[in-house]
């Protein structure tokens, strides 16, 4: 079989799984940095600011495809109603995420509201609970699909037609919803450490492109997710962030771990260097590298191939950018307790 020819039997393969919907949903290695698509109870569970907004791209397989596989992701969110609950506060956010697989054949979209509670337990740990809700919509250009019978040994030849192939419908949208918890625990200053757990497509929604009938098959998996992070500070000029994850969908999994470091430039930390390494198992390894000026941060990552795939892609996995923007308020509010270390 020739290198030409394998390259396409995994794109296929690819393909196929997305349409038959037993692939995972959309992703970043940077997981960290996008905690509203990670855990809907994270709306609003921001330690060290009142409010967030961040922008979120991933360039995927540019070395194996002509387009490659892109996403674009935003969010923003904010604690509201501090001063009326005591000892606790709500959160309220959104997200939009969009994604294009290969040269436009597969278009996703997403848009979603998050809603959270928090609650802190005395002076040293918080609950959360929160959920969202949206509305997503696929597309797939027919018209840019080939199938395996079309392949003649050299090339595909799209005169070739099947009927058993032909798509009963090339758009479909769905209402979806989330749901998730969280704990945080920080007994000092230089310690702090997060647990939580979510669950994905609740309702169960329907996608598929192949029947318009309500099947099992056609049902949107149910994802689970679960992630344990903590901030670390050993000395006045470092802040370690471990971070796990863990997700499994539709029997498959994904496991990813690492580490990032914070170094400050200047006294308080108003400018940063961010250094990271996370590996996802049995995929890649992810080399992480930032900046922060006055509370906004870009964070650039590079996935390096270590599956079967690198023999294809030479390696060369996935870039992402993250740009991340905190604040509060008003500067001039009383100060707040911060919940995490800070320099």
């Not at 962030?241 to 200047?266: D, H, I, R």
Request: neutral net charge; glycine residues 6%.
């Amino acid at each position: 079989m020739t290198k030409n020819r394998k390259i396409l039997l995994i794109l296929w393969v690819a393909l196929q799984s997305a349409c038959s919907l037993q692939a995972q949903d959309l992703h970043f290695s940077q997981f960290y940095n996008s905690p509203l698509s990670l855990n809907p109870a994270n709306t609003g569970f921001i330690p060290d600011a009142d409010y967030r907004v961040g922008l979120h791209y991933r360039n995927q397989w540019s070395s194996i495809l002509a387009a490659p596989y892109k996403t674009v992701s935003a969010f923003a969110d904010a604690q509201v109603l501090r001063n009326k609950i005591e000892n606790g506060w709500m959160g309220l956010g959104a997200y939009i995420l969009s994604d294009v697989a290969g040269s436009g054949t597969l278009r996703s979209t997403q848009v979603y509201g998050s809603l959270a509670y928090h609650q802190m337990l005395g002076r040293g740990s918080l609950v959360t609970a929160g959920f969202n809700m949206g509305w997503a919509n696929k597309q797939i250009d027919a018209s840019k699909l080939t199938f395996p019978d079309q392949f003649n040994g050299v090339f595909f030849d799209n005169t070739i037609q099947n009927n058993d192939d032909v798509l009963n419908r090339t758009n479909v949208s769905f209402f979806d919803m989330q749901a998730g918890v969280n704990y945080a625990y920080f007994p000092t200053a230089d310690v702090y450490l997060n647990i939580g757990y979510s669950i994905q497509h609740v309702n169960s929604p329907t996608e598929s492109f192949f029947s318009d009938k309500e099947s099992a098959s056609s049902k949107l998996p149910i994802r689970h997710i679960g992630f344990i992070s903590a901030i670390l500070k050993p000395n006045d000029k470092v802040i370690l962030n471990p971070n796990a994850y863990f997700t499994t969908q539709a029997k498959s999994n994904e496991l990813m771990f690492g580490l990032n470091a914070n170094y400050s430039l200047e006294d308080g930390g108003s400018k940063q260097l961010i250094v990271g390494a996370y590996y996802r198992w049995g995929d890649a390894a992810v080399a992480v590298a930032g900046i922060e000026i006055n509370h906004i941060r870009f964070t650039f990552s590079y996935d390096i191939t270590t599956s079967a795939l690198s023999q294809f892609n030479n390696s060369e996995g996935a870039t992402e950018f993250n740009l991340l923007k905190k604040g509060f308020y008003n500067d001039n509010n009383t100060p707040r307790q911060s919940l995490c270390p800070e320099f």
